[in-house]
């Protein structure tokens, strides 16, 4: 696919926009980023993991975007329609008001059953408010990284369809798009009161189901609203900071992949954790760490049939490896691809590589353990049975947890450096343990030697206590017998190791906030020779205030430590996976679902803390 | 000319030849050679439901293609008897004949398919196949030309 011709990125910049400029829409099996100057700039097709059709975000040239927005000056204004993943972006421009609405269209289940609708589509209503505004698109489509052939047609009476190997695009829209050199443009003047419609649809494996615009695409979008709202509408959280809850649990949704329920740590890849850097990672697959959080806040939220469907999932999908667990997974629960480059990109802001894949899956992370049988048990605090495959499956685990433990891994960080002995890693190997005890004890798993796991799990935290605990610099230290911490340290008191409130937390809250602290609110996740240059990061900032919710300082404490952390969301509500200390722009993959369910857990603890205290004054 | 059917061996083969068929075409487009799913158009003639449409159609496309090989066993007795490359005469020319008329008439009978000229309306909405079938593909008229010379051809061997 040959590269945009110069002219035709007349209105916008060749250089993207900061990360937190984006806003998300997807339908629970794709996502796609949208800018605050109208611009579809990231969006993999028919999955999350597909190859690119527009990926601007990491080269304007060769990546592809949609731009919908008006020629010339304006300022822009956007907004979620409240409690949904519908994204509303105003264009205020001299002559008038032009309202944008983008959506990834879902519906009812027996809406679905009586309507052919499409399998993919980006649905994108514009609105002429006020005035006079005249509109310039652009269309680029370059699927699959920009790295296959296309074929353009324009049927005019079905629109303009793309064809590449292994798919076709079709583009309808009632405003007149034309096809140019490599791309369609679209200029026209709207009036106060005019609404047209762009709908994108891919089909891979069969004939496209092409929209019919107008009335049926108010219907799409009304039943994207509806679904969106119904969805919301089951958040149990009732707390001071429902608003950011809700937003941090919808855009978790848009991670969630309804077809397996597995989900993906964040929509993109290679958006850089040091901007123009090399630190570039493909995030869009599924991290078991991620597990436990994210199926606490789940179940925390009163949605549990997603999280039951993600503990089937990592029970049963990871079963190619088992007893032996990856750090990553695809949404299938295949092994990720292998990491290779986009060697002709120029990067998020000249940050190369651009890779996709993820070489991370060959790592020895045993945390991942200790993840997974802590989100089974969280199936006993809903009073949910455990089958016997699951059962199977557990032991196994378990049992690999046993004989391993005592490994150097590669540690929650991901480094690529030598393993070592990880003080978050024995945690969540002491987790497995525990876990194990509580599935054992609960009735939920037989068929395990408790003396043989009580005598581990006793072990592992002589073990901890010995070699993480620094007598001298009066901390816990990030791997054993070493000097520095790390913000996975918090973890101890999360995890039920140590309570919150005992000196030994106190002390090394104490000194991960003057060794870690980036700012108001911020925390750096670790500060050694591999971080020169490095932001703060999401969930680390999170961590720290269900640190004081769950007793490491006052209830107060708490929530101003969450409020300041929140100053940083972007003003959709979303978090990137960093937050940079000087500027406090969103870096890294967007938006990152570890940062959301750092955020809805540490609400949670926080409301929990709270209802505590509030019974315990009624009982006073 | 009287041509005499062994009822049982086309009864067995047709059934086998069309199952054939059936996977062959899947393959191909599982393989990203042709977005062309029958079972999907055939289907979605009785039901919007995607996955109702998709199982329904499997069994539809397989009792067409089993209907469909009389004419094969009839052409083959015409031509001098069953062998495998007169079936897969017979398929090629069957092919063709969907190629070139039946992708054309399918929007004008199909209650759910878009027309290029019309485009689509809130009860077609389907993308229609366009001339050799090459709105799903370019490679599309080469795949329904393989599959059907592979269904006469197994027809021709086997029947007898």
Request: overall charge neutral; some cysteine.
């Amino acid at each position: 696919m040959p590269p945009l011709q110069a002219e035709r990125l007349l209105y916008r910049s060749r250089v993207a926009p900061p990360i937190g400029d984006y806003g998300i829409i997807g339908d629970c099996r794709s996502a796609a980023l949208i800018s605050k100057g109208g611009s579809l700039d990231w969006l993999c097709w028919p999955w999350f993991d597909s190859g690119s059709i527009f990926a601007a975000i990491l080269d304007v040239e060769k990546g592809g975007f949609w731009r919908i927005a008006p020629a010339g000056e304006y300022s822009s204004t956007r907004r979620y329609i409240p409690e949904t993943n519908v994204l509303e972006t105003e264009f205020r421009t001299a002559g008038g008001l032009l309202r944008v609405t983008d959506c990834m269209p879902v519906y009812h289940a027996d809406y679905e059953k009586q309507h052919l609708i499409p399998d993919r589509e980006v649905l994108r209503i514009v609105e002429c408010v006020e005035g006079e505004v005249a509109l310039d698109g652009l269309y680029f489509p370059s699927p699959k990284y920009g790295r296959c052939a296309v074929r353009w047609r324009k049927k005019d009476a079905l629109g303009i369809r793309v064809e590449f190997k292994g798919g076709a695009l079709w583009m309808r829209s009632d405003l007149p798009w034309e096809i140019r050199d490599g791309h369609a443009a679209c200029n026209s003047v709207m009036r106060a009161g005019e609404r047209r419609y762009c709908s994108l649809v891919m089909m891979e494996h069969g004939p496209a189901v092409l929209s019919c615009l107008g009335s049926w695409s108010d219907a799409a979008l009304q039943q994207t609203i509806s679904w969106w709202k119904k969805w919301a509408s089951r958040c149990e959280y009732q707390g001071e900071f429902r608003d950011e809850v809700l937003r941090s649990a919808l855009a978790g949704k848009l991670l969630n992949f309804a077809p397996s329920g597995a989900t993906i740590a964040a929509p993109t890849m290679s958006l850089p954790e040091r901007v123009g850097g090399d630190l570039n990672w493909d995030y869009r697959y599924c991290w078991l760490r991620d597990a436990s959080m994210t199926v606490t806040a789940m179940f925390g939220l009163g949605y549990h049939d997603e999280a039951e469907a993600f503990i089937e999932w990592l029970l049963h999908s990871t079963n190619r490896t088992q007893p032996r667990l990856l750090v990553t997974y695809t949404v299938y629960g295949r092994l990720t691809p292998k990491e290779w480059e986009l060697n002709d990109w120029k990067g998020y802001r000249e940050s190369r590589p651009v890779r996709v894949g993820n070489d991370a899956r060959k790592q020895l992370q045993l945390d991942v353990y200790g993840e997974v049988l802590s989100a089974a048990v969280q199936l006993d605090e809903s009073n949910k049975r455990v089958d016997g495959t699951s059962a199977r499956v557990l032991r196994g685990v378990g049992k690999y947890v046993h004989n391993h433990w005592m490994l150097p891994d590669k540690g929650i960080w991901e480094p690529r450096t030598p393993n070592q002995h990880h003080t978050h890693s024995k945690l969540m190997c002491w987790l497995a343990m525990d876990s194990l005890l509580r599935l054992h004890d609960g009735g939920l798993l037989n068929k395990i030697n408790r003396d043989e796991i009580e005598q581990t799990l006793h072990e592992i935290r002589r073990e901890i206590e010995q070699k993480a605990w620094n007598e001298e610099r009066q901390t816990y230290t990030a791997i054993f017998e070493g000097e520095e911490v790390d913000a996975s340290l918090l973890l101890l008191s999360k995890h039920g190791f140590e309570p919150a409130d005992s000196s030994r937390m106190k002390s090394t809250y104490r000194r991960i906030r003057e060794e870690l602290g980036a700012g108001p609110g911020l925390l750096y996740r670790y500060r050694n020779d591999l971080s020169p240059g490095e932001s703060a990061f999401g969930i680390c900032c999170f961590w720290a205030a269900e640190y004081l919710a769950l007793g490491g300082g006052t209830l107060e404490e708490a929530k101003e430590e969450f409020r300041k952390v929140l100053r940083y969301r972007n003003d959709l509500g979303l978090f990137g996976e960093e937050i940079h200390p000087e500027t406090g722009e969103v870096i890294g993959n967007f938006p990152q679902g570890f940062t959301h369910v750092g955020l809805i857990n540490a609400a949670l603890t926080i409301a929990e803390r709270e209802a505590k205290m509030e019974q315990e004054a009624k009982a006073a | 000319m009287i041509v005499v059917i062994q009822w049982t061996h086309w009864l067995f083969w047709g059934f086998v030849a069309s199952v054939a068929l059936v996977t062959v075409e899947t393959i191909g487009q599982g393989l990203g050679f042709t977005r062309l799913n029958l079972p999907l158009i055939l289907g979605s003639a009785f039901t919007p439901d995607r996955d109702h449409a998709r199982a329904l159609g499997v069994i539809l496309h397989i009792f067409m293609g089993w209907a469909f090989s009389i004419i094969y066993v009839i052409g083959m007795g015409f031509l001098g008897g069953p062998t495998w490359y007169r079936g897969a005469f017979i398929g090629l020319a069957h092919a063709l004949a969907i190629c070139v008329i039946g992708w054309q008439i399918l929007p004008g009978i199909h209650p759910r398919m878009a027309s290029e000229t019309h485009g689509p309306a809130a009860t077609r909405m389907l993308e229609p196949p366009g001339f050799m079938g090459v709105n799903y593909g370019i490679m599309t008229p080469v795949a329904v030309f393989v599959t059907h010379a592979i269904f006469g051809a197994i027809l021709g061997a086997f029947y007898r």
